[in-house]
């Protein structure tokens, strides 16, 4: 069975860094892109960053700059890294142990994590 837990996350003041990391069973990521999203309380689930199994990585405009995504396969763990946090990047945190792309190019995930909360203070 899958299973997909996020750490890392706690309160910070705006401009100070957080690291969260993403630790799976039941999955093996070395052929996966794997991703981060987060959901702030009354809005959709937005994903921030995505890494694929070379290595290339994506982020959305709000993150880019400021957010890395990296991972290691051999401990089936994914990271982000985020530096100079905004109260804007207040939300819960998931990790994806396997984003899916469709026939016209959209990604989707198939498994999330419980998430980790992070709150960034002003």
């Known amino acids: 069975q899958v299973q997909l837990v996020e750490s890392g996350g706690g309160l910070v003041q705006a401009g100070e860094s957080l690291r969260l990391s993403c630790a799976a069973s039941?999955?093996?990521?070395?052929?996966?892109?794997v991703a981060w999203g987060r959901q702030a309380p009354g809005k959709q689930r937005e994903l921030v960053a995505r890494?694929?199994?070379?290595?290339?990585?994506t982020y959305a405009d709000s993150v880019k700059g400021r957010f890395a995504i990296s991972r290691d396969n051999a401990k089936n763990t994914v990271y982000l890294q985020m530096n100079s946090l905004k109260p804007e990047d207040t939300a819960v945190y998931y990790c994806?142990?396997?984003?899916?792309?469709?026939?016209?190019?959209?990604?989707?995930?198939?498994?999330w994590g419980q998430g980790t909360q992070v709150t960034v203070s002003s």
């Open positions: 039941g999955i093996i990521f070395s052929f996966n892109t």
């Open positions: 994806c142990g396997n984003l899916i792309r469709d026939f016209r190019g959209n990604y989707y995930c198939g498994s």
């Open positions: 890494i694929t199994s070379g290595g290339s990585s």
